[in-house]
């Protein structure tokens, strides 16, 4: 039989989609600044441009296959 560990509980959320509870979390109160400190790890890593190139490459073959 598989035991539940006491920290998690799951619980029916709106509309029937089960949501995880997580007791003591901890979290950074500073929220603007870890979506500052993502985007400029999104675009200095090249990620920004990786998907603007596959938006791209995939609009121009959508355009291409379609009747």
Do not use: E
């Amino acid at each position: 039989m598989k035991r539940i560990s006491a920290k998690y509980i799951l619980y029916p959320g709106l509309f029937g989609i089960s949501l995880w509870v997580i007791f003591a979390q901890q979290a950074s109160p500073d929220i603007l600044a870890d979506m500052s400190n993502a985007w400029s790890n999104f675009v200095s890593s090249g990620q920004l441009v990786a998907m603007i190139v596959g938006i791209a490459i995939g609009y121009l073959i959508r355009l291409f296959t379609s009747y």
